[in-house]
């Protein structure tokens, strides 16, 4: 059958004077996550589970901080980077599913426009991509608003 699961994690500290970015979309904040690229946790964990359900290693293999070139890139670039490593490997993805955690802000309003990027970037249906959203309750890193953290899940198809 071919098929192979991934999971990918990201964790970014927030910090005042940074845009925020999530999923592709630039949100509204006092705060913004910190980070070498524009420190977009989902579309990193993306990034993640797709590599390693490839076993490809994950984005830190590819895409060091240590590579200035990389300085403040738009994650969206990353994501279709590790889409075309993914494909030169012989997959497609069947679906993704995500969670982001975090305190603040609410970000209800933002996840079909989330959806929507990321399913034309990767060439899926927005039904394919699942983005969902909780807080910690107000405890420890996420819940004092110091952090946020996304968790994502893909399905890869070999198909070559």
């Known amino acids: ?13 927030l ?13 509204a904040h006092h705060k913004g996550a ?17 590599l390693g359900a490839a076993c490809l290693g ?8 240590t590579d200035n070139s990389l300085k403040d890139i738009d ?22 599913d ?11 309003d933002y996840i079909p426009q989330m959806q929507q990027v990321i399913a034309n970037i990767l060439f899926l249906q927005i039904s394919d991509v699942s983005v969902k959203a909780t807080t910690t309750e107000k405890m420890g890193f996420v819940g004092r608003e110091e952090g946020l953290v996304a968790y994502a899940t893909i399905l890869l198809q070999k198909i070559n």
């Open 1 to 13: 059958m071919g098929l192979r699961i991934g999971f990918g994690i990201d964790f970014h500290q």
């Open 15 to 27: 910090v005042t004077d940074r845009e925020f970015w999530l999923g592709g979309v630039k949100i």
């Open 34 to 50: 910190l980070g070498h690229s524009d420190a977009d946790v989902l579309l990193h964990a993306i990034c993640d589970a797709m």
């Open 58 to 65: 994950d984005i830190g293999i590819h895409f060091p901080d």
């Open 75 to 96: 994650s969206k670039i990353l994501l279709h980077k590790c889409f075309e490593l993914i494909k030169n490997a012989g997959y497609s993805i069947v679906n993704i």
């Open 98 to 108: 995500s969670s982001l955690c975090l305190q603040a802000p609410k970000i209800k």
